[in-house]
């Protein structure tokens, strides 16, 4: 079990983000998942075979999308859900700067962001949850459509992380959600090859990455 545990960032960067998580009582779930993905020595999988299944799903437009829309792309990608009251906002907000500076280098990158409450996180909802956030929607994707339960397979088998509803804690009426807090670099065969810390990613470290990876497509 401990195996599917070890995943997450750097030790100092894990430590932020456990300290940070836990003075927030009502989003608890948070400060497991920090725990959970506990740190390694590099966030380099390259050689772990964490391979990205092929899916359709629907994004914030309504229209279908999916692996095939990925084919031979790299792409970022996170886990976020709109209601979330504490890491999801700084993280999309992370991800809207590392978008507009891999845009501004002219680096050809997708971003997908699946949200871990299809139930409440609708096309129309992911929609104002990325206009609320600046993102640009030419090539980010905020997906839904699914079964809590193909997030929670996804995130286990996949990104070796955990997504798991926390039915005894609830925000604003709405449930709360423990998922993963960092952000994934995967390239064009659907091979997740880094990942970062979505709470204070390196955006330098990104850049670079991306561009090895886009080179070696």
């Not at 891999?102 to 409450?117: M, P, Q, T």
């Amino acid at each position: 079990m401990k195996r599917f545990l070890v995943v997450g960032v750097v030790a100092v960067s894990v430590m932020g983000m456990v300290v940070g998580c836990s003075k927030s009582n009502e989003h608890a779930g948070h400060k497991e998942a920090a725990n959970q993905q506990a740190s390694t020595s590099t966030n380099d999988v390259t050689q772990d075979n964490w391979q990205v299944p092929e899916f359709t799903y629907t994004d914030q437009d309504g229209k279908k999308f999916g692996s095939q829309d990925l084919k031979g792309k790299v792409y970022l990608s996170d886990f976020i859900f709109t209601s979330c009251p504490d890491v999801c906002p700084p993280m999309t907000a992370n991800m809207r700067k590392i978008q507009e500076e891999l845009k501004a280098d002219g680096l050809n990158v997708e971003i997908v962001s699946f949200s871990v409450d299809p139930e409440t996180d609708k096309p129309a909802v992911l929609k104002a949850f990325g206009e609320k956030h600046k993102a640009d929607f030419t090539n980010w994707h905020f997906l839904t459509g699914y079964a809590l339960s193909d997030m929670e397979k996804l995130a286990r088998e996949t990104f070796k992380g955990t997504v798991e509803k926390q039915d005894s804690q609830v925000q604003g009426g709405k449930p709360l959600f423990q998922h993963p807090v960092q952000f994934y670099l995967v390239d064009g065969t659907g091979k997740v090859r880094k990942f970062y810390n979505g709470m204070n990613p390196d955006q330098a470290l990104i850049k670079k990455d991306v561009k090895e990876v886009l080179g070696s497509k």
